[in-house]
């Protein structure tokens, strides 16, 4: 279509460049494909002149000589024979089929697809019985119960009271904690292990447990250090024996130690700070001032 020759007789005779003739020819067919009535033309010659920084009167010479050529009034000559054969409408020479042919013969091939497994799954159909039925639910709902000596790290278990932390494993989860050399008396360990068995839908893998502990004597420790006691006892948590601290600490960190001399009270710390500078007065031999 751009070497077409009558662009240059249109070109000659409107005295216009072929590529304004080829610029409003687009245009024209852009508009006749938009328009209710396919093929006529209703642009208006001031639109296309604005549109291609041209004159009226150059759109109008060019439109003339268009006539009886490409143009036949506003109806774009050889429209019809210019829309491409779709495939979607089929076609007898080349064998191509429509888009609702194709459609409807999927349909066809999806409906014998299944009315074939319909009757594959007729003839395996068996009645069970209600015995193996219920078995095979206990089977998927009940979970195996937990072994205590797998090997696998990565199997979880509820605590139990024979659990004990593996003596490597915890010794790097205390490093890892900060508490690396530090002791714990064994009623700890005890207090620690009773707390989770009365918990025992809480399954936690091996090195789970380690951590658990580990934290659980970190916590007890910095309770100890804050309050102003000793949170090293004899013994490592696991090993037999008596400890010297038979005081229970909870899973969570909580004590039960016997009371002991609390801070002093407000009054009692007024007492005491004159008492000391009474003290340093008649150790230097100089009076209270009035702030003393």
Not at 88 to 105: L, P, W
Not at 256 to 264: I, M, S, V, Y
Request: glycine share 6%; hydrophobic share 30%; aromatic share 6%.
């Amino acid at each position: 279509m751009p070497n077409d020759p009558k662009w240059r007789t249109i070109a000659r005779v409107s005295a216009q460049p072929i590529a304004l003739v080829q610029a409003m020819y687009v245009h024209l067919l852009v508009d006749a494909s938009r328009n209710v009535t396919r093929g006529h033309v209703t642009v208006t010659k001031e639109d296309i002149a604005s549109a291609l920084d041209v004159t009226d009167e150059q759109v109008e010479s060019v439109f003339e000589a268009m006539q009886g050529r490409v143009l036949d009034g506003d109806y774009v000559t050889g429209w019809s024979k210019r829309q491409p054969k779709r495939e979607d409408i089929g076609s007898s020479e080349s064998g191509a089929k429509s888009a609702a042919q194709r459609k409807r013969e999927q349909r066809e091939r999806q409906k014998a697809d299944q009315e074939k497994e319909d009757g594959h799954d007729e003839s395996r159909k068996v009645t069970e019985s209600h015995d193996r039925l219920d078995k095979r639910r206990v089977d998927k709902e009940t979970p195996p119960p937990p072994r205590e000596d797998f090997p696998d790290s990565r199997c979880k278990f509820a605590m139990h009271e024979h659990w004990e932390p593996d003596a490597k494993s915890f010794a790097a989860m205390l490093t890892l904690n900060g508490l690396s050399g530090q002791v714990f008396d064994q009623d700890q360990f005890l207090e620690f292990k009773s707390f989770w068995i009365a918990s025992p839908d809480d399954h936690r893998t091996q090195a789970k447990w380690e951590h658990a502990l580990a934290q659980h004597l970190k916590r007890g420790m910095r309770s100890d250090q804050a309050s102003g006691r000793n949170a090293n006892a004899t013994q490592q948590p696991g090993t037999p024996g008596n400890s010297q601290d038979n005081s229970g600490r909870g899973a969570q960190g909580g004590h039960q130690r016997p009371a002991k001399p609390g801070p002093l009270s407000a009054p009692d710390r007024v007492r005491a700070a004159i008492a000391d500078r009474e003290n340093a007065a008649s150790a230097d031999g100089q009076a209270l001032d009035q702030n003393g």
